[in-house]
C-alpha cells in the first residue's frame, strides 16, 4: 500500500511558478513510476508528466514541455513538479499517481496504482 499527499499548490499570476511536492508513504517508492495528471473543471483528468522508477525516463505533456520539470528524490520518497511560466489554463487539480512498473512508464491514468488526493493550481492573467 501506498499513501500519496500532494502539497505546494496555490494561486499564482501567469508567467509566475510553483513547485508541487508529492510524498509517499512505504518503503517500495524507488519501485513506482511517478506521474502527474491534471484535471481543470468541466474537462478529463489529462496526463502532465512521468519519470521512472530509476529518474532516467521522463515523458511530458506537449503544452508543458520546457516549462514543467518533473524529478524525484528516492531516499525522501518524494515527487516534485516544478512548473515556470504558468498559463491560466494550467489551472486545474493537480494529482500525483503511483504505478508499479519497472520498466517505460505509462501515460495512461488506467495503469497507475495509487493516487493522492489532489492541490489545486490556480493561475490569474
Do not use: H
Not at 501506498?2 to 509566475?16: D, F, I, M, W, Y
Not at 519501485?31 to 502532465?48: D, H, I, L, N, T
Not at 504558468?86 to 512508464?105: F, H, M, Q, S, W
Request: proline residues 3%; hydrophobic residues 30%.
Amino acid at each position: 500500500q501506498v499513501q500519496l499527499v500532494e502539497s505546494g499548490g496555490g494561486l499564482v499570476q501567469a508567467g509566475g511558478s510553483l513547485r508541487l511536492s508529492c510524498a509517499a508513504s512505504g518503503r517500495t517508492f524507488s519501485s513506482y513510476a511517478m506521474g502527474w495528471f491534471r484535471q481543470a473543471p468541466g474537462k478529463e483528468r489529462e496526463f502532465v508528466a512521468v519519470i521512472s522508477f530509476t529518474g532516467r525516463t521522463i515523458y511530458y505533456e506537449d503544452s508543458v514541455k520546457g516549462r514543467f520539470t518533473i524529478s524525484r528524490d528516492n531516499p525522501k520518497n518524494t515527487v516534485y513538479l516544478q512548473m515556470n511560466s504558468l498559463k491560466p489554463e494550467d489551472t486545474a487539480v493537480y494529482y500525483c499517481a503511483a504505478e508499479r512498473n519497472l520498466g517505460i512508464p505509462s501515460r495512461r491514468e488506467n495503469s497507475y496504482d495509487y493516487w493522492g488526493q489532489g492541490t489545486q493550481v490556480t493561475v490569474s492573467s
